[in-house]
């Protein structure tokens, strides 16, 4: 199966700089990468995802990157706001007949320091 | 505009009950899904379903059985709940094609005492 590893588990930048979440992925057969935001108390929520025909993807100040040679994938976010602060995951699925599971990281906790 | 609705947002179980949580997606998902949350260990998948009445083993799936009768509804049970078991539970639906990623539900916390 897939194993998906995030680092790092902690992240605290100052408002205003960047924030880079990285992730590997274990079977080169994966083909979908999404990144989900967990803020505290609510459910996770799908805010970019990539496929692997494609290198790299950017929504306003969020981008995430991808190097299937490498087999990693990392999140972006520029010009961070308190509002940033949350936990992230990213997953990685393999294509299968009948379901397509994600495996997820472990999650990176990102606290945006005013 | 809720699409993935958990039937409770807190419980509190005894060892040893039969435990039942639910969930109800109003997306015509053909995927279902239940993970459980912990600090430390991220998103870990106990069961999985891709169309009614099939269902999968995810990577931890002892202590959990599930049951998903109509194509909108997957039950998760825990047979006789033990401490170990309190957790964050997480549903989650996808259409077949699950290259659009998961719809998560708001998650139960669980409480075995």
């Known amino acids: 199966g897939e194993n998906v590893e995030q680092h790092p588990s902690t992240l605290s930048v100052q408002e205003g700089d960047s924030a880079v979440i990285k992730c590997t992925y274990s079977?080169?057969?994966?083909?979908?990468f999404p990144w989900y935001k967990q803020e505290l108390g609510k459910r996770p929520q799908l805010i970019i995802d990539i496929r692997s025909n494609v290198g790299e993807k950017k929504d306003q100040r969020i981008a995430v990157t991808l190097n299937k040679t490498a087999k990693h994938f990392s999140l972006h976010i520029t010009e961070t706001q308190p509002e940033d602060s949350a936990v992230y995951f990213c997953a990685a699925t393999l294509p299968g007949a009948g379901s397509y599971q994600l495996t997820f990281g472990k999650g990176t906790k990102l606290s945006v320091i005013p | 505009d809720v699409k993935v609705t958990q039937s409770s947002r807190y419980l509190v179980k005894r060892t040893g009950e039969k435990v039942f949580l639910e969930c109800v997606q109003d997306m015509d998902h053909e995927n279902m899904f239940w993970y459980r949350q912990d600090p430390g260990l991220g998103l870990r998948l106990i069961y999985f379903s891709y169309d009614v009445k099939m269902k999968e083993k995810g990577d931890i799936p002892e202590g959990y059985s599930v049951s998903r009768e109509k194509k909108e509804r997957f039950s998760l049970i825990l047979e006789s709940a033990s401490t170990n078991q309190t957790s964050m539970y997480l549903c989650?639906?996808?259409?077949?094609?699950?290259?659009?990623?998961?719809?998560f539900g708001s998650g139960t916390r669980l409480t075995v005492v």
């Open positions: 079977d080169s057969a994966s083909n979908y």
């Open positions: 989650a639906s996808s259409p077949e094609d699950g290259n659009y990623g998961y719809t």
